[in-house]
């Protein structure tokens, strides 16, 4: 064998063996939140508690992981009364409410749409933009256009008293680039992901983002590997919190790779953390939460501050869970 062929070959046989997926017996952390022996869905914050209640009834009857993340997260994106996801978020700081969602399914196809207005299902028209286009993603007018030749329904906002409480905020704030409250402001998303009686994952995320952003912001949320990752020979992953910081190290496919390795779902999320903290010099009000599930049925979550809660729903479990945090920074 001539020695270019032979380092060649050394070079893809490494490679297939940095990419094989670890099995059960080389996990590498120790901490675990819970596992679940059937289907599973994760979601973030308390509204995450309705939105698993209509993921499980397409998962209990067999059906697949992509259809139940989509019908969770659309009954978020309906409650007019959040000021986080949907047609009922907060605008921008210039008065327009602008979604992001992003949904990924078990083969890695994944479509996303940002800085879209008035549409009422965001998330649906991202699994337009990966099942009926050669995209991934379309923002701003363009994705409004593609979404009412496809007949998406539209609504106009702000929602009359969120425009009252914008122009309230700008009567009263002046520092218009200040952080958000910690776990106020920054209950940004629903993030979702699910596991399917097949052992197939998929995952959905959607927003109307920082509240008061400059106009024009996107973050974490329609952003894949970001906000969400989905790799079905391994697992989930999504996030929730400041997604400038979640962006800057990839956070939920650097959660996913890190269960690749063989890290448990809960030490993925905390070493996730763990690069974030060390990559911020002033971390006041920054929050970060990451929730993930492996292929095992392993489940876990972690944050910056306490004060993160997923809501986890499974053949025998409907609940809200606190998530572990960092108590070292």
């Not at 979601?43 to 989509?70: M, Q």
């Not at 379309?138 to 906002?157: H, R, S």
């Not at 200040?178 to 992901?193: L, S, V």
Request: glycine share 10%; with cysteine; charged share 25%.
């Amino acid at each position: 064998m001539k020695r270019r062929s032979f380092f060649k070959l050394g070079a893809v046989a490494g490679a297939v063996s940095v990419l094989k997926p670890i099995n059960g017996a080389q996990i590498l952390g120790s901490s675990f939140e819970g596992k679940s022996e059937g289907p599973i869905v994760l979601s973030t914050w308390i509204h995450g508690l309705e939105a698993n209640r209509a993921a499980w009834k397409v998962l209990e009857k067999g059906g697949k992981a992509i259809d139940a993340v989509e019908q969770g997260v659309k009954v978020t994106e309906s409650d007019l009364t959040n000021r986080s996801v949907g047609i009922g978020g907060r605008p921008d700081r210039d008065g327009h409410v602008t979604l992001d969602a992003c949904i990924m399914d078990e083969q890695s196809r994944c479509g996303s749409v940002a800085f879209l207005e008035g549409i009422i299902h965001p998330i649906s028209v991202a699994r337009a933009v990966m099942e009926k286009t050669q995209h991934i993603m379309l923002v701003g007018e363009g994705a409004k256009q593609f979404a009412l030749d496809l007949g998406f329904k539209t609504a106009k906002t702000p929602l009359p008293e969120v425009k009252k409480e914008w122009q309230d905020w700008k009567k009263e704030n002046k520092d218009l680039f200040k952080k958000p409250e910690i776990n106020h402001e920054n209950h940004d998303t629903i993030g979702m992901i699910a596991m399917d009686s097949n052992g197939d994952f998929s995952g959905a995320c959607t927003t109307s983002g920082w509240a008061y952003k400059m106009h024009g912001r996107v973050g974490d949320s329609p952003i894949i590997g970001a906000g969400l990752f989905v790799d079905n020979e391994v697992g989930a992953a999504t996030a929730t919190g400041l997604g400038e910081a979640i962006v800057r190290i990839a956070g939920s496919h650097t959660v996913v790779e890190l269960m690749r390795q063989g890290y448990t779902p809960t030490d993925a999320c905390k070493e996730a953390v763990k690069r974030i903290i060390s990559k911020h010099k002033d971390l006041t009000n920054l929050q970060c939460c990451f929730l993930a599930i492996d292929k095992k049925g392993n489940y876990g979550a972690y944050s910056v501050y306490s004060g993160f809660n997923f809501a986890l729903k499974t053949n025998s479990e409907d609940k809200m869970v606190d998530s572990e945090f960092d108590r070292n920074w």
